[in-house]
């Protein structure tokens, strides 16, 4: 993880419609001043009492260090569930219990690079605040954000703010190109000569982008979205097969060593609907006929 974690009880002052999501702002003191583009924060849910004993996880979209109440954390939240839907129903002033910041921040390129950054559904809440910290250190960068449909895509105006430009598609063609981030993000590397490609979203969606980037020369990397139970690495329902430098495969918690990792090292051939295997070839797999 980078720098510390801290756990607060933040207060709710914000919860904005983000066309099919929820935009919360919690003031959450020392999370802000510690955390990094690429890092999430763990929220409990349900209130002191409710069974919902597992936090959710969400990336962090913005933070501000310092402001009228405090350093503040923005978190983009899809109401899908009781734990989602018990948070996107709070009002302002209520209380959220934050751990955070959490996990392996983007890693940013020692030089000046030209840059693409990614971003399928609310997958992209994170890319907003790395464009900006990228474009203060010189680099030229540009957006290519998809969804299903127009409703579900998120930050396409702040995206413009945000980077030198921007670049939408949908699946179904109500807004930008019709079709996948993918079909358009190769023209987008070979024009701006990209060296690095930044990714956040579904699975199937980073493991293209890797494959694209790498067709053209580029590394990618990626914040995946792998279902975290716990957020601090001891439940190990995160795990995931990456290859280390030394070549061989392990499996990593995505919320501890993780969640960005370099695409290239993703085991994309062992994932496969939701559900993650132990390929053969890991260190520790199961042998034919046990130990």
């Known amino acids: ?31 802000a001043e510690l955390a990094h583009p690429g890092q999430f924060v763990a929220l409990a849910v349900g209130g002191p009492t409710s069974a919902n004993l597992l ?46 910041p959490l996990g392996r921040a983007f890693p940013l390129p020692a030089e000046p690079v030209p840059c693409v950054l990614v971003g399928g559904g609310y997958g992209s809440a994170p890319l907003f605040w790395l464009a900006e910290t990228l474009r203060e250190r010189g680099c030229h960068v540009e957006l290519v954000l998809g969804a299903a449909s127009e409703d579900r895509l ?16 949908t699946d179904d063609g109500s807004a930008g ?16 000569k990209a060296s690095v490609v930044y990714g956040c979203g579904p699975m199937a969606m980073l493991r293209s982008v890797t494959e694209v980037a790498a067709a053209h020369g580029a590394v990618a990397q ?61 260190v520790g797999a199961p042998r034919p006929g046990g130990h």
């Open 154 to 169: 998120f930050g396409v105006v702040e995206g413009r703010r945000s980077a030198d430009a921007v670049h939408v598609t």
């Open 177 to 192: 190109t019709k079709g996948w981030v993918s079909d358009v993000l190769g023209e987008v590397i070979e024009r701006t």
């Open 1 to 31: 993880m980078s720098g510390g974690v801290v756990r607060v009880t933040g207060e709710l002052i914000a919860v904005r419609r983000a066309g099919a999501y929820h935009h919360l702002t919690v003031v959450a003191p020392g999370v």
């Open 222 to 282: 990626v914040a995946v979205e792998e279902s975290m139970a716990c957020g601090i690495g001891v439940c190990m329902t995160c795990v995931l097969p990456v290859t280390g430098a030394d070549g061989r495969t392990r499996m990593v918690r995505s919320c501890v060593e993780g969640p960005v990792f370099r695409g290239d090292r993703v085991r994309w051939d062992a994932l496969d609907g939701g559900i993650t295997r132990v390929p053969d070839d890991a």
């Open 55 to 100: 936090r959710r996880c969400f990336s962090l979209h913005r933070v501000k260090p310092s402001g009228t109440y405090g350093g503040t954390v923005d978190v983009v939240v899809s109401a899908v569930g009781a734990g989602t839907r018990w948070l996107t129903a709070l009002r302002p002033h209520d209380p959220v219990d934050v751990v955070g």
